[in-house]
């Protein structure tokens, strides 16, 4: 069955840095587009990054821009988010997605915790 399992998550103190993990299985995973979404507590979830299957296309959220980092290894199935210079606000469970298309995500994993505290 289609699965991804986001790995990573921990605590970190503001201005720190963690690099989250995402493995995909049961799709072909070099033919979608992967996401990073984020909810924090008691918001609606949120964009963060997308990553194109093919060619260097990304897209990052305001908020992020200049301090996180989307890559992914099609060998692996594996879709990573690189956070650096973390704030209080970055807090949130993060959540990978995948979609065959631009637009609706076709697939989501279960979601791990990051919080930026000191």
């Known amino acids: 069955q289609v699965r991804l399992v986001e790995s990573g998550g921990g605590l970190v103190q503001p201005g720190g840095s963690l690099r989250l993990s995402c493995t995909a299985s049961?799709?072909?995973?070099?033919?979608?587009?992967m996401s990073w979404y984020r909810q924090p507590p008691g918001k609606e979830r949120e964009f963060v990054a997308t990553?194109?299957?093919?060619?260097?296309?990304?897209n990052y959220a305001d908020s992020v821009k200049g301090r996180f980092a989307i890559s992914r290894d099609n060998a692996r199935n594996t879709v990573y988010l690189q956070m650096n210079s973390l704030k209080p606000e970055d807090t949130a469970v993060y959540y990978c997605s995948a979609a065959r298309a631009w637009g609706k995500q076709d697939y989501w994993g279960q979601g791990t915790q990051v919080t930026v505290s000191s």
């Open positions: 049961g799709f072909t995973f070099s033919s979608y587009v």
């Open positions: 990553r194109a299957g093919a060619g260097l296309y990304t």
